[in-house]
C-alpha cells in the first residue's frame, strides 16, 4: 500500500516538538515526556492528512452521452431526421446532450475534441468527412487517450452525388509535360457514367465518356504551356444518371508558368541518360569540369555526377559548401569514380552530403515473421498439424536461406517463439525453429485472438529494414477479434509489412459469418491483398514465392558490377518518391552510410542506400549513389532513367530547386482555394520598390512579416480564376461538398477508442448496451488515513493515562496498607 500526504508541510511540526520534548526529558527525565512526545507525532502526522488509493470497479447504469448530428449541407444526401430518434430513444434511458452541426463547414474534430474526457462517452452521427477545425484523425486520437469511447452512426445513402477535382503542382516550368490528375468521386459504388470534358486557357482542350463503379476514378492528363504568366485549367463533368448537387461538377485549378530553373551540371558524359533528361526539363549549363562551371549562385541547382574528390581544390569545394548554405541545391551522382571509388571518405566535400563513403552495415535482405494459430479450435477442428507443417515448409524455401525469421503463436494471447528473429543461413538456427515449432501445442484458452500476434509481430519488424513479410497461419476462425486484427494489419502495413494469410479448411464455425462470407478472405481483400490470400486444403502446402535477396559477399562488394538488385522505396510519402511507381533493378551502387540526420528514400533489398537527402544550411543536398546510366565500365542504373522510374530524376531535382521561381523583381505565391475559406499570399520583394497587389483591381493590404516579405489572407466570395497582379487564384465550390458519401477510413480509429459503427437501426438497438458496458472502468480515489492517525493517537494517550492511574492506584494502596500497619504496631 503506498501512503501519500496532502499537506506534507505540516510535517515541519515535528521540530518544536522535539525541542520542547528534549527539554521536558533533561528536566523530568520520566517516561510521561516520552509518551505524550510520541501522541504529539501523531497529532502532527494527523494534520499532515495522510491518505492511499484504492483502485475500484466504477458501472455507470445511465452513462452520459453526448450525441453529436452533423446537419450541414453536404448530409442532404441522407434523411434529413438522420439521429433524431436516436436522440430521443437516448434521451429517454440516460443523460444525452445533442449537438447539432450546420452551415457549409463540418468540424467534427473540434467537437470531438470539446466533450472528450469528463466521463462522457460520444455518439457521431455523420458521414464521417470533416473539412474545417481539428483534423478529425487527431481528435479520434485525443479521444482514445482521453478513454473517451465515440461511436459512429452511419446514415443510410438516400441519393447519390459525383463530384470532381484537378490535382498538380501551381508553379509549373515552361514547355514541360506536366501531370495532372482528376479525380471523380461519388458517395455510393454504383455504375455511374459521365461526360467529362477538360478545357485549357478557356477552350476545350480534350472530352470523353466515362464509366466508374467505384468511388473514387483518378484520369491522368498531361499539358504543356509554351508561353510564361498566368494559365488554368478546368474540368466538367455531366452524369447521365442521378447526382443530387451540381455546383461540385466543375473545377477550376490555376497555373503560373515559369522559366526553366537554371542547373549546372558537371559531367564527362555530356550525352548520358542523366543529362538528356535534365537538359529536357531544365536551362542546364553543361560543363566537364567543375573550374569551367563560372559563377554557380546563378544556378538553382549544382549536379556533380560521377567526379572524383581530386578533380576539386580546396577553394571550390569551400565555394560549393557556401553555396548550398546560402540555400543552392546539390545533387551527387556516383559511378565508378564517386563516393567510395572516388576517395569521398573524411573529405571536406563529404562534410556536406548526407552519407559518408563507407560500406553500411547489412541490415537489408528479408525479415520474416511466421504468425501461428495454436488456439483450441486448430486441435478440436484437426487443423493445427496442418497449421505447424506449414510453417516449417515454409522455413524450408530455398530464397529464405539469407532471411532472419521470428515465430509467433497466438491464442487468446500472442508471443514470441523463436526468441525474436534467427538467421536461416545457419542450419543450426533453422532446426532449432523447426523444433520449437513442432512441440507447439493449443493453448488452454478458447479465443483466437489473430490481433494479438500481430502486435507481437508489429513489435518484432518496427524498426526494421530490408523487405519485410509477416505471414498468418490459421484455420481462420477470428470471427471475435475480426475488426481489432484489421486495425492491427493495417498498421503493419503502414511499416511496409508484406502480409499474408494461409487458411487451412476446416469446419470451424467461427471462420464464416451468417452469408458464408470467410473473415479471413475479408480482412485480406479489405487491406487490398487478395492475391496473398491462400485458401487450401488440409494436407496440403502453401507456395509461397520469395525473390532472392543475398547478400553480397565482400568481393563483390568491391568490383564495380554487384549483380542486380531490385529497388525499394523506403519512404514512399516523400516529396521526390510519393508521385513515383518504382520498378526494375540496378547493377550496382557505390558503398556509403546514411549519416544522422539524413533521409532515406530509396534502397536496394539488401538495404543498401541509394537515394539519401538532408538539409545543409539552407540548402538541400542529395546523394544518388547509383550511376547516370550510361558510365563506361558500370551502366548500373538504365533502367531508373526510362519510363515512370525517370520522375525519380525529376522528382530529386525539384526537391533540391525547392523554390523554382527565379529571385528577382516581385514573386507572389497563394495556393488555389474553396469558396469561404480564405487563401494566404505571400509576396517577396527582391528588387526595389514598393509592394502593391490588387485582387481584381482592388487594392490589398499587405503586411510586413519578414525581410522583405509581405503578407495578405485574401478570400474572394465568387467561383472562378481571379487575378492578383498577373497572378492567377482559383476559388472552387465549397469544399463541404468534395467528400461526398460514408468516410470509411474512421473506422479503425473508432474501434480504437473502444466505440463502435452502426447503422441507424442497430445503434437504437445495441448502442446503449455498449455504452454501459464500456462505462465499466477501474477509477483510483483517495482514502484519508487521518481517523486511523487520531485514533491511534488517542488509544496511546488514553493507555498512557489508564497505566499511570492504575500506578498511583497501587501507590495509595501500598501507602495506606504501610500506614495500617504502622498504626497497629
Known amino acids: 500500500m503506498n501512503v501519500a500526504l496532502e499537506s506534507p508541510e505540516m510535517l515541519l511540526l515535528i521540530i518544536p516538538v522535539i525541542i520542547a520534548g528534549f527539554y521536558l526529558l533533561r528536566k523530568t527525565k520520566t517516561k510521561l515526556v516520552e509518551w505524550r512526545m510520541l501522541v504529539a507525532f501523531l497529532l502532527v502526522l494527523a494534520l499532515a492528512a495522510p491518505y492511499t488509493t484504492v483502485t475500484q470497479t466504477v458501472n455507470e447504469e445511465d452513462p452520459s452521452l453526448v450525441l453529436i448530428q452533423d446537419r450541414t449541407t453536404s448530409m442532404g444526401l441522407f434523411p434529413e431526421d438522420t439521429g433524431t430518434g436516436l436522440y430521443e430513444a437516448l434521451a429517454a434511458d440516460t443523460p444525452t446532450t445533442l449537438v447539432q452541426l450546420t452551415g457549409e463547414k463540418t468540424s467534427l474534430g473540434d467537437a470531438v475534441v470539446q466533450y472528450s474526457g469528463l466521463g462522457n462517452q460520444i455518439v457521431l452521427v455523420t458521414d464521417g468527412n470533416s473539412n474545417a477545425g481539428k483534423d478529425l484523425t487527431e481528435a479520434l486520437r ?182 548550398v548554405s546560402n540555400g543552392g541545391g546539390l545533387i551527387v551522382v556516383g559511378g565508378d569514380k564517386a563516393f567510395n571509388y572516388g576517395k569521398y571518405l573524411n573529405s571536406s566535400l563529404e562534410e556536406v552530403l548526407p552519407v559518408v563513403s563507407k560500406p553500411s552495415e547489412f541490415k537489408g535482405g528479408r525479415n520474416l515473421v511466421l504468425i501461428l494459430d495454436i488456439s483450441p479450435s486448430t486441435a478440436a477442428h484437426g487443423t493445427l498439424g496442418d497449421i505447424l507443417s506449414n510453417a516449417i515448409f515454409i522455413l524450408r524455401n530455398d530464397n529464405l536461406k539469407d532471411a532472419n525469421v521470428g515465430v509467433i503463436a497466438f491464442g487468446s494471447v500472442g508471443y514470441d517463439v523463436s526468441g525474436g528473429f534467427l538467421f536461416m543461413g545457419l542450419p543450426q538456427n533453422l532446426a532449432l525453429l523447426e523444433d520449437k515449432i513442432s512441440q507447439l501445442t493449443p493453448s488452454e484458452e478458447a479465443e483466437t485472438s489473430l490481433d494479438q500476434g500481430l502486435d507481437v509481430a508489429k513489435e518484432m519488424l518496427e524498426g526494421e529494414d530490408g523487405e519485410l513479410d509477416a505471414i498468418i497461419i490459421s484455420d481462420g476462425g477470428i470471427e471475435d477479434s475480426y475488426d481489432a486484427s484489421l486495425e492491427a494489419a493495417k498498421e503493419l502495413q503502414d511499416l511496409g509489412v508484406n502480409l499474408y494469410f494461409v487458411h487451412i479448411r476446416s469446419s470451424a464455425p467461427s471462420q464464416a459469418d451468417q452469408t458464408r462470407t470467410l473473415y479471413a478472405e475479408e480482412l485480406m481483400q479489405e487491406l487490398g491483398l487478395q492475391n496473398n490470400y491462400l485458401h487450401i486444403n ?288
Do not use: C
Open 142 to 323: 485525443f479521444a482514445r487517450d482521453a478513454d473517451t469511447p465515440v461511436y459512429l452512426v452511419q446514415p443510410e445513402l438516400e441519393t447519390n452525388d459525383l463530384s470532381v477535382e484537378m490535382l498538380g503542382d501551381k508553379t509549373v516550368v515552361v514547355d514541360n509535360q506536366n501531370e495532372f490528375d482528376i479525380v471523380v468521386r461519388q458517395a455510393s459504388e454504383q455504375s455511374v457514367s459521365y461526360f467529362l470534358e477538360v478545357y485549357v486557357d478557356g477552350k476545350i482542350s480534350q472530352s470523353r465518356q466515362f464509366s466508374q463503379d467505384t468511388r473514387n476514378n483518378t484520369i491522368p492528363i498531361n499539358q504543356a504551356f509554351t508561353t510564361l504568366g498566368a494559365h488554368n485549367l478546368s474540368v466538367k463533368i455531366t452524369p447521365s444518371g442521378e447526382d443530387f448537387n451540381n455546383s461540385n461538377n466543375e473545377f477550376y485549378k490555376s497555373l503560373y508558368v515559369i522559366p526553366k530553373p537554371k542547373i549546372t551540371l558537371v559531367t564527362g558524359e555530356t550525352g548520358s541518360p542523366l543529362a538528356n533528361i535534365l537538359s529536357n526539363l531544365y536551362e542546364v549549363s553543361v560543363v566537364n569540369d567543375y573550374s569551367g562551371a563560372g559563377n554557380i549562385t546563378d544556378s538553382k541547382v549544382l549536379v556533380l555526377d560521377n567526379r572524383i574528390i581530386d578533380s576539386f581544390s580546396e577553394a571550390e569545394i569551400k565555394e560549393i559548401k557556401n553555396y
Open 538 to 825: 488440409m494436407g496440403e502446402r502453401a507456395n509461397i514465392e520469395f525473390e532472392d535477396t543475398v547478400e553480397p559477399s565482400e568481393e563483390e562488394e568491391e568490383t564495380e558490377d554487384l549483380g542486380s538488385y531490385q529497388l525499394l522505396e523506403y519512404s514512399p510519402d516523400h516529396f521526390i518518391t510519393k508521385s513515383v511507381n518504382l520498378t526494375g533493378s540496378i547493377t550496382g551502387y557505390n558503398q556509403v552510410t546514411p549519416k544522422a540526420g539524413a533521409e532515406r528514400l530509396v534502397i536496394t533489398v539488401t538495404g543498401q542506400p541509394v537515394l539519401t537527402t538532408w538539409r545543409f544550411g539552407l540548402g538541400r543536398v542529395v546523394t544518388f549513389t547509383t550511376d547516370n546510366g550510361e558510365g563506361e565500365g558500370t551502366r548500373w542504373a538504365s533502367a531508373l532513367y526510362n519510363g515512370s522510374n525517370s520522375r525519380l530524376i525529376s522528382g530529386m531535382t525539384n526537391w533540391a530547386i525547392g523554390n523554382p521561381q527565379a529571385e528577382e523583381g516581385a514573386v507572389v505565391e497563394a495556393l488555389d482555394t474553396w469558396l469561404g475559406t480564405p487563401s494566404d499570399l505571400t509576396l517577396i520583394m527582391y528588387d526595389e520598390g514598393v509592394p502593391q497587389l490588387k485582387l481584381d483591381g482592388a487594392q490589398l493590404d499587405l503586411a510586413l512579416t519578414g525581410r522583405n516579405t509581405y503578407e495578405a489572407s485574401v478570400n474572394p466570395d465568387e467561383i472562378g480564376i481571379h487575378d492578383i497582379s498577373g497572378y492567377p487564384l482559383a476559388v472552387n465550390y465549397p469544399l463541404e461538398y468534395r467528400d461526398v458519401g460514408l468516410n470509411n477510413d474512421i473506422k479503425p480509429l473508432i474501434l480504437s477508442t473502444g466505440g463502435e459503427i452502426y447503422t441507424e437501426k442497430e445503434a437504437r438497438a445495441f448502442l446503449l448496451k455498449d455504452a454501459r458496458q464500456n462505462s465499466e472502468r477501474e477509477a483510483t480515489e483517495p482514502v484519508s488515513l487521518k481517523i486511523y492517525v487520531l485514533l491511534a493517537a488517542l488509544a496511546l494517550y488514553l493507555g498512557e493515562v489508564l497505566v499511570r492511574r492504575i500506578r498511583e492506584m497501587r501507590r495509595l494502596k501500598q501507602a495506606q496498607g504501610e500506614t495500617g500497619a504502622e498504626e497497629a504496631a
